[in-house]
């Protein structure tokens, strides 16, 4: 019986390890999938916004972000306070992504710059900031960002106009993030 014991812990073990590293995949795909979503995003927002005459800064609207994503970091189970670096990672990035559009449209100007209205742009990262958040949750509950999730993910985001400086901020930024229950 002892034996039997022994075996039937030793198969639950392994099996909640690779359920464990199932959803770890899951979630880390789709971390990557929608973080480089956004970030492509990011162009779409420059065009509108030169095209507008707009200003890549929009405190008001920062802080609208940054209350929409810690409501919905609560929803998603995430300590609030502990996503706010993140957050400030994601937007930091993508106005650095915007800036570096806008640089390129100053040397070489380009009459394809895309101007989808910007509320419709807004609600797409709304759904990708709530993805990313819902992912991070899962991440969390399957083991965490230990090195080798980061240096994966590192690996991962490709998104035109993304420095390596944004990548390691959005990276370290995840180390800090705590679930609330």
Not at 86 to 101: D, G, W
């Given at each position: 019986?002892?034996?039997?014991?022994?075996?039937?812990?030793?198969?639950?073990?392994?099996?909640?390890n690779?359920?464990?590293?199932?959803?770890?995949?899951?979630?880390?795909?789709?971390l990557?999938?929608?973080?480089?979503?956004?970030?492509?995003?990011?162009?779409?927002?420059?065009?509108?916004?030169?095209?507008?005459?707009?200003?890549?800064?929009?405190?008001?609207?920062?802080?609208?972000?940054?209350?929409?994503?810690?409501?919905h970091?609560?929803?998603?189970?995430?300590?609030?306070?502990?996503?706010?670096?993140?957050?400030?990672?994601?937007?930091?990035?993508?106005?650095?992504?915007?800036?570096?559009?806008?640089?390129?449209?100053?040397s070489?100007p380009?009459?394809?710059?895309?101007?989808?209205?910007?509320?419709?742009?807004?609600?797409?990262?709304?759904?990708?900031?709530?993805?990313?958040?819902?992912?991070?949750?899962?991440?969390?509950?399957?083991g965490?960002f230990?090195?080798?999730?980061r240096?994966?993910?590192?690996?991962?985001?490709?998104?035109?106009?993304?420095?390596?400086?944004?990548?390691?901020?959005?990276l370290?930024?995840?180390?800090?993030?705590?679930?609330?229950?």
């Amino acid at each position: 019986m002892t034996h039997f014991t022994t075996i039937l812990f030793s198969s639950l073990f392994v099996c909640s390890n690779v359920f464990a590293g199932s959803v770890s995949s899951v979630a880390l795909g789709t971390l990557s999938t929608a973080l480089n979503e956004r970030m492509q995003v990011m162009k779409e927002v420059a065009g509108y916004k030169a095209q507008h005459h707009l200003p890549i800064e929009d405190l008001p609207r920062e802080e609208q972000v940054m209350q929409s994503m810690l409501d919905h970091a609560w929803q998603a189970g995430l300590e609030p306070r502990s996503v706010e670096p993140f957050v400030h990672a994601l937007m930091n990035a993508s106005k650095a992504i915007q800036y570096r559009y806008r640089a390129d449209w100053l040397s070489v100007p380009d009459n394809g710059v895309p101007a989808r209205d910007l509320a419709d742009t807004r609600q797409q990262i709304q759904r990708l900031d709530t993805q990313l958040l819902n992912a991070i949750s899962q991440q969390l509950k399957a083991g965490g960002f230990p090195h080798a999730e980061r240096a994966w993910l590192a690996s991962q985001l490709t998104a035109p106009n993304l420095s390596e400086a944004d990548k390691n901020s959005l990276l370290a930024s995840l180390s800090g993030i705590e679930r609330s229950h």
